[in-house]
């Protein structure tokens, strides 16, 4: 590991966590003049078990759903003080702190118009309590709160669609972004950092203990994600969708159940050919709205 | 397993049999937001509740769950939701609105070690004074501590009764350690559970809150032409809201009174060789295991000792306590927090108590209370 690496390796993240991975390469590009504000969740605690830190920058925690209020707080303080030249302000949370109990504090931070970077590493479900359903949840996966039974087959309802509700507050910069593309990662975290005003870059986080994969395959479902069209890798600058750019097109396009394959959450779809296709079509409509 | 009422002996987690007995209580519906340590019991009834007829819903926060419930109880379903410390902060709005619309539903409660985030995974007993007084303004409350798996079954059908009976949101105020506690459950046959629905409104002509002599209004029931005006605005008996202090003093004055004088028939304690004692410990929750045994070691010693448990610990039984201070000299209250229950044993015996607090993250050990049991004899 590189030794200008400001997320550290020792933490008690699963082998295979996407999420842990994101972080770096974040940090990477953010550099030590950097300042972030972590909701609640699994980045909190795997990384922060006292006397121990994976963080070599400024850290402080916010409640569950403040990530992007307490981020407000300091890029205003130190704009008072100041000190806010050069300096990287990051709010970090997960779905559940972003797609749910974080989505007002979120909105008011963009809406506002902080200069700050909202990092959502999505890994789709509360992982940290023990995998219950999100709205961030694809449908009909299983969790524990939306369990597949003989009746209700997983999660019901669709995924929120975070990123387009994030850019239509017409703020700075908005993308999406997987591990399999860490250069596309990168260059977009470079652009929402040099973005005045609010910028937020969704990254598929897979979780090998919560999705039920071997914990060696997280770069390769991010690849298939994109590769199956089931997460689309768009930038946007401002609020209107006609200047979405997609910064990686599949040449062609793979079948969702490939994907469903690979993991335990979706093993009851693959008895079910009807829902595999009825979200094959959805897939396929979504990806002709992005053109391809 | 599509049964109503789980009858029979079972291995079960107090989180687990929390969420069987509502069920058995005939609570049909569940909001609620995962949070450690209950989210076991959003589980448990996601699995059960589809099973039964009922509905389960996840919703996007705490605020929006307790508010679910509200809606609900008031669409006429028996609604519960499960939640710890962080959440139950959240919820405190709610809570005061479902008090002041007089809401039949139950909160349960799996205290963590706070405050704020805290301990998520270890046990706390920190929230027994927001049960009582975590929303603003005056009003009473009802909260239940059980201290195993089977007292968790069977306080939740006492706390829907309760809810039901009074028109009042009920705390079920466990802790982690029982809510991961995996014990023996025996469940009655659905025929020897006692279960009790609200009453309900028969005149359409009758103002919605009009009391009974109780003081407890009948529930309209929505959809069947009842004119239905629920606010959390001061509100007359109409349900229509009156921003003058006389008002105020009515109506507040009756939600404090409803449970007032009906809080001989709530409060309920167990006692456990208090007959002779000369020093009582005040215990509830896995607290009360931990004190049991000390007073067990205390006898053993020669020291006359008893313990007082709180099964319900609001409305909490001050009348007991002046009771037994007639008889017994020595008072020690046991809890993992800085000394809530102990402001009120205090304030009932009119004389300080040993306080063996605990911060949380562990429960007490027996030689610890055993400790505060001989620093009070000493």
Request: aromatic share 8%; charged share 25%; proline share 6%.
């Amino acid at each position: 590991m590189a030794s200008d690496e400001l997320f550290v390796s020792g933490h008690r993240g699963c082998a295979g966590c996407g999420m842990a991975t994101a972080v770096r390469m974040v940090l990477q590009e953010a550099g030590p003049n950097t300042i972030v504000a972590n909701a609640t969740g699994c980045l909190e605690v795997m990384t922060t078990g006292y006397p121990e830190t994976a963080w070599k920058i400024p850290w402080i925690h916010a409640a569950f759903e403040n990530a992007a209020a307490v981020a407000s707080g300091v890029d205003v303080a130190l704009k008072k003080l100041g000190k806010r030249e050069g300096v990287n302000v990051l709010a970090f949370a997960g779905d559940g702190g972003t797609f749910d109990i974080g989505f007002q504090a979120l909105s008011g931070m963009l809406e506002r118009g902080h200069n700050i970077t909202y990092v959502v590493f999505d890994n789709e479900a509360y992982m940290n309590t023990g995998i219950q359903r999100c709205s961030s949840t694809p449908p009909y996966a299983s969790t524990t709160t939306s369990p597949a039974g003989r009746v209700i087959p997983g999660k019901q309802g669709k995924k929120k669609p975070i990123s387009k509700i994030v850019a239509a507050h017409d703020i700075a910069y908005t993308a999406t972004a997987t591990i399999a593309h860490p250069k596309d990662l990168k260059t977009k975290i470079k652009k929402a950092l040099e973005s005045e005003g609010p910028s937020f870059v969704q990254i598929f986080s897979p979780c090998p203990t919560g999705w039920r994969f071997p914990s060696e395959l997280s770069v390769k479902l991010s690849k298939m994600a994109v590769d199956t069209g089931i997460f689309v890798l768009w930038e946007l600058e401002g609020g209107n969708f006609d200047n979405i750019r997609i910064t990686y097109k599949p040449k062609e396009r793979k079948p969702v159940e490939e994907y469903f394959k690979l993991q335990g959450r979706f093993r009851h779809l693959l008895k079910m050919p009807e829902k595999i296709a009825e979200i094959q079509r959805e897939v396929d409509e979504k990806c002709a709205e992005f053109g391809f | 397993m599509k049964v109503e009422v789980l009858e029979g002996h079972h291995f079960l987690s107090g989180d687990v049999a929390v969420a069987e007995g509502a069920i058995a209580a005939g609570c049909r519906f569940f909001a609620g937001y995962p949070i450690t340590p209950s989210s076991e019991v959003a589980e448990r009834m996601s699995r059960r509740l589809p099973e039964v007829g009922g509905i389960f819903i996840q919703m996007e926060d705490e605020l929006a769950s307790m508010a679910a419930l509200l809606g609900a109880s008031w669409g006429g379903k028996k609604s519960m939701t499960a939640t710890s410390g962080p959440g139950f902060s959240l919820m405190m709005e709610n809570y005061g609105l479902g008090m002041m619309t007089e809401t039949p539903c139950v909160i349960v409660n799996v205290q963590r070690a706070g405050p704020s985030t805290g301990l998520p995974t270890l046990v706390g007993q920190g929230d027994v004074m927001q049960a009582r007084w975590g929303s603003h303004g005056p009003y009473e409350t009802i909260a239940l501590s059980p201290e195993s798996p089977q007292e968790c079954f069977d306080m939740a059908v006492r706390a829907f009764n309760f809810s039901e009976k009074y028109r009042i949101p009920v705390v079920v105020l466990m802790d982690e350690s029982v809510g991961h506690l995996f014990e023996r459950v025996s469940i009655p046959p659905k025929s020897e559970i006692e279960v009790i629905d609200r009453k309900i409104s028969t005149d359409k002509k009758r103002h919605i809150y009009e009391p009974d002599d109780d003081l407890i209004p009948p529930m309209p029931p929505v959809g069947e032409g009842f004119g239905i005006h629920v606010t959390g605005l001061t509100h007359d008996e109409r349900g229509y809201p009156v921003i003058t202090a006389e008002a105020q003093e009515k109506l507040v004055r009756r939600l404090v009174d409803k449970i007032r004088v009906h809080a001989d028939e709530i409060i309920d304690y167990e006692e456990f060789m208090t007959e002779d004692a000369d020093v009582i410990v005040i215990a509830y929750g896995i607290s009360a295991r931990s004190a049991r045994r000390a007073v067990i070691m205390a006898r053993e010693k020669g020291i006359k000792a008893g313990m007082l448990r709180l099964k319900v610990i609001w409305p909490f039984p001050s009348k007991k306590l002046r009771e037994l201070v007639e008889k017994a000299s020595h008072f020690v209250v046991a809890e993992i927090n800085n000394g809530q229950i102990l402001v009120e044993v205090e304030r009932a015996i009119r004389k300080e108590a040993v306080f063996v607090g605990k911060m949380g993250g562990e429960p007490h050990r027996p030689d610890e209370v055993l400790k505060g049991i001989e620093e009070a004899v000493k």
